[in-house]
């Protein structure tokens, strides 16, 4: 038999009353009251009449649905996949005796990066879901000529030649003016003569000053060719997982453009949006433990994490705040699962109306075990 709203209890069997009896039972009412009226009140007027009629149909419908109850409140059994769907359609009905606010899961650490200028890749050394470490290579763009012109900046940085050159110079200088300044006080020399030696060697000292500082800007450009070089090179920020390659080889990007996501999910992340009032009557702060509830499809537990950080500023809309839950997941549970959240401990009691076993509390995602 089709399912209507609600269950009528007026058989025991359970089954639903559907609309051919209820308009059954609308008419023996509305028969009923005819017949009261032809025999002891007079007959009514055709409008009272009419009136009557719809307030006894209007009675029988109510009866159905006063006498429907919930399935999940009454624990009726016996309910399909589409009724249950109907009264608990986010599944969530057996978390209430948590009492948590409902939140998910996200990654502690979450990388999306580009190349910071345009180019082609010539290179994919990563594929998503793999382990990677700080520091190591996962995409490169085309550097060939960037990598040249780094090591000819190279050269020239390291080079002493310049400086070598200018310093043999300056010190020529010094002997012509120490040659010039003997034969001066000898008097076989003019006074031009000797000051045009004596600036000659202070301009040679110069050029050697001159040619280290030049070695030092070469140092410099180098540092900078190096820093474009890895500009077509992208490298993973911290330990994590690729979640993502979103370009091809060969592929021309721009500058900026999404190329490759990594995250940390050890340990989790979750952003509570606590009740304002509860925040401060509890004093909530950093390093306060907080209790998860997790809907994972393998199993469900509850997991105990600490607080990280509490939002200064409140919602004024929703009257919340957010505070910011940190749990360890030794078991890699993936970011975006559902969790429920609380900030006082749970009792034991709770967790039998979860239908939790002792081994599915913990301090971890590790907890279960």
Not at 272 to 295: E, F, H, K, Q
Not at 312 to 329: F, H, T
């Amino acid at each position: 038999m089709a399912p209507c709203w609600g269950r009528h209890e007026s058989h025991r069997s359970g089954t639903c009353a559907t609309g051919l009896e209820r308009e059954r039972g609308g008419a023996r009412m509305i028969g009923m009251m005819r017949t009261q009226t032809a025999s002891g009140r007079g007959v009514r007027a055709p409008g009272v009449r009419r009136w009557s009629a719809v307030a006894a149909g209007a009675m029988a419908l109510a009866a159905c649905g006063l006498a429907a109850m919930s399935p999940i409140a009454s624990g009726q059994p016996g309910l399909g996949s589409d009724e249950r769907a109907r009264f608990d359609p986010d599944g969530s009905a057996w978390a209430r005796p948590f009492e948590g606010v409902q939140t998910f899961t996200k990654p502690s650490r979450d990388s999306v990066m580009g190349f910071n200028a345009p180019t082609s890749v010539v290179e994919i050394l990563v594929r998503g879901g793999e382990l990677v470490s700080q520091g190591q290579l996962l995409i490169r763009g085309n550097d060939a000529e960037q990598i040249a012109i780094v090591k000819q900046t190279r050269l020239r940085a390291e080079s002493a030649l310049q400086v070598e050159r200018a310093q043999k110079a300056a010190d020529l200088t010094v002997v012509e003016f120490e040659s010039t300044l003997e034969a001066f006080d000898r008097g076989g020399g003019s006074q031009f003569e000797l000051d045009r030696s004596r600036l000659s060697m202070e301009t040679a000292r110069i050029d050697v000053e001159s040619a280290k500082l030049n070695q030092d800007l070469e140092r410099v450009r180098l540092e900078q060719a190096e820093a474009l070089l890895e500009q077509l090179r992208i490298v993973a920020p911290f330990d994590g997982i690729v979640e993502e390659v979103g370009v091809e080889l060969g592929r021309s990007i721009d500058r900026a453009q999404p190329a490759v996501r990594v995250v940390s999910i050890d340990p989790l992340w979750i952003d509570v949006p606590a009740p304002a009032a509860d925040t401060i009557r509890l004093g909530l702060s950093a390093g306060d433990s907080a209790w998860v509830l997790v809907d994972s499809p393998e199993r469900r537990g509850v997991l105990e994490g600490r607080i990280i950080e509490v939002s200064p500023v409140a919602d004024y809309a929703s009257r919340s705040r957010r505070v910011r839950v940190e749990v360890e997941n030794p078991e890699g549970l993936p970011p975006g699962l559902r969790v429920w959240v609380r900030f006082t401990e749970p009792s034991g009691d709770m967790h039998s109306a979860l239908g939790l076993a002792d081994r599915e509390v913990g301090s971890g995602a590790g907890g279960g075990r």
